[in-house]
């Protein structure tokens, strides 16, 4: 049997996520569709992915101590740290491999953690009746070069379905734990690199007017564009679409999914004068930025998604 290599693996699990996810949000079509009745694209594999996010427990053999051996395996590096005190989540993003390539082929990892400990007791003990029946770190019982093993592991339950009275208390404390509970790690959005499209599109305000006029809806926390106060990273998400979920009670409640983001790399100033046909992914704004993040994870929030 021959055996992939770590590129091919990493491909086979990018495309099942991107597969399930596209299928699971309408958003991303409509976006793609739009895209290319537009004139921007003429096939979705003109789009650059800028980041792809997830979104964890912060609990004993879960969150991102385990979650990040999947891609810290395939090459990735864990980079900048992001502290989110009012909503009780920590965060890092992961440079993809081949970053320094002229054309960068993966996408940026975000990946976000709940610091449980913060929570109510009532909301940990909700969390914990749930996460306790995960006895050991899943991720040590894979097999990192397979594929088709990590694929099944991203869109399978860690634990039981919550109820719905348990869904609805943390949704009273914590909208990212109820998002959690239920989705899992799911992924929670792709994004697109607006930087890379075709010139009247290709800034984060042009971008937003498309959207805008083809009646996405549009995340307004923050105001609909969220800027880095260096004024580097622009960036706007559509608001979750909303599913059928279904509980352990048999109970069925529309929940927010996933959404889209679209971001804004803008060039760095020591490289204002490198001509645009030579701009490559180093040249551009890198990272994240704590008060853009803050915001766009609101897309799931009901202020969002109930407005």
């Not at 996520?17 to 699971?24: A, D, I, N, P, V």
């Not at 009780?88 to 449980?116: D, Q």
Request: net charge negative; aromatic share 12%.
């Amino acid at each position: 049997m021959q055996t992939s290599s770590p590129t091919q693996t990493l491909d086979a699990v990018l495309s099942g996520l991107m597969r399930r996810y596209s299928e699971r949000v309408p958003d991303v079509q409509n976006v793609i569709n739009s895209m290319i009745a537009e004139g921007i694209i003429t096939s979705p594999d003109e789009i650059e992915n800028d980041h792809i996010a997830f979104r964890t427990m912060g609990v004993p053999n879960l969150g991102i101590a385990s979650f990040e051996k999947i891609f810290l395996h395939y090459g990735y590096q864990k980079r900048d740290e992001y502290n989110f005190t009012e909503k009780k989540l920590t965060a890092y993003w992961y440079s993809p491999p081949g970053v320094n390539s002229p054309e960068p082929h993966y996408p940026r990892i975000f990946a976000s953690e709940l610091r449980v400990h913060e929570l109510s007791e009532e909301a940990q003990r909700i969390i914990h009746r749930y996460t306790d029946t995960v006895t050991s770190d899943p991720v040590d019982a894979l097999d990192l070069d397979d594929a088709e093993a990590i694929d099944q592991f991203l869109h399978q339950p860690l634990w039981q379905t919550p109820t719905l009275a348990d869904y609805q208390t943390l949704l009273k404390e914590s909208e990212y734990a109820a998002w959690v509970i239920y989705n899992r790690y799911y992924l929670n959005h792709f994004t697109i690199s607006v930087h890379n499209l075709k010139p009247g599109y290709n800034s984060i305000d042009e971008y937003v007017a498309f959207l805008e006029r083809r009646g996405l809806r549009l995340n307004s926390a923050g105001g609909t564009i969220k800027v880095s106060p260096d004024g580097g990273l622009r960036q706007a998400s559509t608001v979750a679409q909303m599913i059928d979920a279904e509980f352990a009670d048999d109970a069925t409640f529309r929940i927010a999914g996933s959404y889209v983001e679209f971001a804004e790399r803008r060039i760095l100033p020591q490289f204002k004068d490198v001509p645009a046909d030579q701009i490559t992914r180093q040249h551009r704004r890198e990272g994240f930025e704590t008060g853009n993040a803050d915001k766009i994870f609101e897309s799931t929030f009901t202020t969002q998604t109930g407005r």
